[in-house]
């Protein structure tokens, strides 16, 4: 490039930092706008960086922290809520699945990484207005200020401004009937298997737990929630009643599930479970959107973060090898669509297996599942853990 272009980077969560290294990297000089006034290395609970996802990891260097702090996975545990033994998914050889990481340790090692790569960072930039003439794009701030660039970068989560200032007609995110609620206990009476996470689907609700250390065990819950709750409004129902709630649904499974929830420390988080329908563009003239902001996903397979750090290398690939950014944010477009509405499509599907509570439905899930899981082959979730992008190899117009 003649030149050095100027990215501007809304958002700074996953998708931000890892768009801002690679941008960097493709010879794009990148600046980072994050809408909060502080970072939150604490904020929310726990996810999945599937093998897809280590690896993106590992090209921007950020990986080690992550298989040294996160909990290793590899198979997949089966019961109902009697305690019966449903069967397994995985294998204990071979490279893991993935990692379960505390969502703000995974935003910390990728804010790290950017900022000692000198990318700029600046907090308390909440965006109110986007504007774009003469291959220019401007973005302006509630405090004031604003700021232009060659392009910009929508990495600014499920309810993104970006996606409502550029895509005004976009599909809004679509509740899938269920909420997660899940937190952090301390109980040495529980047995954990290294690299087995422990799925339960209890009588009234599912839950999962899993942990290398006894006194850190990751557990989560989901339950068909009515109406279209936000996640204000679910966080505004006091702790008192969220424990007499999640303890009735759980009360007549088999342990440890009751044991792990009455020694939870600290607060249960409560959210409800959205994910995006199909967008039918994801730019608009010198702007892009990536991430949870354009194809949020469920958290059911587990690729919410995979995908967006996917998203933020093939971005910055098809700006370096693309003259023209319009032609660029296409050809990313067109290389990402097929594989992300596949994988919302898949894990809301999950979703939708977790929570049967009708007797026929159990009677039949309890009788044929152990037949799946059985007859799964090992590899048959090749097509979502195996998929790589290769940083050397040129993209094509």
């Keep these: ?20 290294i690679f941008l960097q ?15 939150d290395d604490y904020t929310g609970l726990f996810l999945n960086v599937g093998r897809n996802g280590i690896r993106v990891l590992k090209e921007l260097g950020a990986d080690d922290i992550i298989r040294k702090e996160g909990i290793e996975m590899n198979v997949m545990r089966f019961c109902n809520g009697k305690g019966k033994a449903l069967g397994e998914l995985g294998q204990f050889t071979g490279e893991p699945q993935g990692y379960t990481v505390k969502r703000g340790l995974l935003q910390s090692v990728l804010r790290k990484k950017a900022e000692r790569r000198n990318i700029p960072i600046h907090l308390g930039c909440k965006l109110v207005d986007i504007q774009m003439a003469d291959d220019k794009v401007t973005a302006f701030f509630d405090n004031g200020t604003s700021v232009e660039g060659d ?15 550029l895509l005004p007609d976009a599909a809004k995110p679509s509740y899938t009937g269920l909420i997660s609620f899940g937190g952090y206990a301390d109980n040495p009476r529980v047995l954990l298997e290294s690299a087995v996470q422990q799925m339960v689907f209890g009588k009234r609700a599912f839950f999962g737990y899993l942990g290398k250390k006894q006194d850190e065990i990751f557990w989560f819950g989901n339950q068909s929630y009515p109406g279209t709750p936000t996640r204000h409004e679910l966080e505004a129902i006091p702790q008192t009643e969220w424990r007499r709630v999640i303890t009735g649904l759980y009360q007549d499974d088999a ?6 929830i009455r020694s939870t420390r600290g607060e249960i988080g409560i959210y409800p479970i959205y994910d995006m329908p199909t967008q039918p563009a994801w730019h608009s003239g010198s702007a892009v959107i990536i991430g949870d902001a354009i194809h949020a996903t469920s958290p059911n397979a587990g690729q919410g973060a995979s995908m967006a750090l996917e998203d933020a290398m093939l971005l910055a690939k098809c700006v370096r090898d693309i003259d023209r950014i319009e032609q660029a944010f296409v050809k990313f477009q067109a290389l990402r669509r097929e594989r992300v509405d596949q994988i919302v499509q898949y894990s809301r599907s999950l979703g939708q297996r977790k929570h049967a509570t009708n007797p026929i ?37």
């Excluded at 490039?1 to 801002?20: R, S």
């Excluded at 990297?25 to 970072?39: K, N």
């Excluded at 342990?255 to 792990?260: H, K, L």
């Excluded at 009677?363 to 790589?388: C, E, I, Q, V």
């Design 151 to 165: 392009f910009l970068v929508g990495c600014d989560g499920i309810h993104s401004k970006v996606r409502q200032m």
């Design 255 to 260: 342990e440890p599930v009751m044991d792990i």
């Design 25 to 39: 990297r493709a010879g794009i000089e990148p600046v980072i706008y994050e809408a909060m006034s502080a970072h």
């Design 1 to 20: 490039m003649d030149t050095k272009k100027k990215a501007l980077i809304i958002g700074c969560g996953i998708a931000g930092p890892a768009a801002a």
């Design 361 to 397: 439905q159990v009677f039949f899930r309890d009788l044929m599942l152990p037949f799946f899981l059985k007859s799964a082959n090992k590899d048959a979730h090749g097509w979502m853990y195996d998929y790589t992008i290769h940083w050397d190899e040129r993209i094509c117009i």
